[in-house]
C-alpha cells in the first residue's frame, strides 16, 4: 500500500495540485497589484508549473532507477518533449487548483479594486 503512494500516482498528483495552489499564491506575495498584472501572474504561474511538472517527472523517472543520462543517449530531443508532454497532462491536476487560486488573489489587494 505504501508503494502506491509513493511510486505510484496518489502522492505525485497530491503534490503537483498543492504545488498548483501555492505557486500563485507566493508570487502574489511580491506581484504588483492589478487585473493586467493578474493576467502576467497566470501567465508566470502556467511556466513555474510546467517547469516543475517536467523536473518533478524526471525525477520520478530517475528515483525509479532511469538513469536520465542513458535515456539522452537513446533519445536526443525526444526526452524534453517527453517530459514536456508528461507536464502538460499533469495540468489537468493543477490548472483547475491554479484558477482558483488566481480567482483569490485580489480579495488580498489594498490598493487596487477588482
Known amino acids: 500500500m505504501n508503494e502506491a503512494y509513493f511510486n505510484g500516482l496518489v502522492l505525485p498528483a497530491m503534490c503537483l495540485a498543492a504545488l498548483g495552489w501555492a505557486v ?56 524534453p518533449v517527453h517530459f514536456a508532454k508528461l507536464s502538460l497532462i499533469s495540468a489537468l491536476l493543477w490548472g483547475p487548483l491554479m484558477v482558483l487560486s488566481l480567482a483569490g488573489v485580489p480579495k488580498n489587494w489594498v490598493r487596487e479594486v477588482w
Open 24 to 79: 500563485p499564491r507566493v508570487l502574489a506575495l511580491w506581484w504588483p497589484e492589478g487585473v493586467k498584472w493578474l493576467m502576467g501572474l497566470a501567465l508566470v504561474s502556467t511556466l513555474v508549473m510546467a517547469f516543475c511538472g517536467a523536473g518533478f517527472f524526471a525525477f520520478l523517472y530517475s528515483a525509479q532507477g532511469v538513469n536520465l543520462d542513458d535515456l539522452y543517449a537513446t533519445g536526443g530531443l525526444s526526452v
